[in-house]
């Protein structure tokens, strides 16, 4: 039960740093395997901590798939740059009425959680994938509370 509680940051110093849009980094297929195998922790978080019964991400499969984009969050301290969040959206284009681009989910280290990192980058969201872009239910509390937030927000 210990074990479940430790949410350890993976190192992503060998990432390229040529990806980065405002906040965060692309994760495409020129990135090292590390950076998904990253992504991937990350999702192994997000999936513990909501009870999924798989991880939303994997490394290999996910890496090369057009289908899936992935965008990862990171800091740094004097020995090492790690990851502290990270996204994907996947191509709803056969699934049911869906046609588009889906927040298939994105996951925050709780320390870096409401510090605005998400809302920094909805604007480019928005730009790549459409204003109002599908996010995939079920909703965290909190997810339900950061739409309700960038939905009332004045459009600059």
Not at 20 to 37: A, E, M, T
Not at 88 to 116: A, C, E, T
């Amino acid at each position: 039960m210990k074990d479940n509680l430790i949410i350890s940051t993976p190192s992503v110093i060998d990432m390229d740093f040529n990806k980065k849009i405002g906040n965060f980094f692309i994760v495409d297929k020129k990135q090292p395997i590390s950076i998904h195998k990253a992504v991937e922790q990350l999702a192994y978080y997000f999936s513990r901590e909501f009870n999924y019964d798989f991880i939303q991400y994997t490394a290999y499969q996910d890496r090369y798939n057009t289908r899936s984009n992935a965008y990862i969050w990171i800091d740094a301290d004097w020995d090492d740059t790690f990851a502290i969040g990270a996204a994907n959206f996947r191509f709803l284009g056969d699934v049911g009425q869906i046609n588009k681009w889906s927040l298939d989910w994105v996951w925050f280290h709780p320390y870096y959680r409401n510090k605005g990192l998400l809302t920094h980058s909805w604007k480019h969201f928005e730009k790549k994938y459409g204003k109002n872009f599908h996010v995939e239910p079920p909703l965290s509390r909190g997810m339900i509370s950061f739409l309700n937030k960038i939905n009332e927000a004045p459009k600059a």
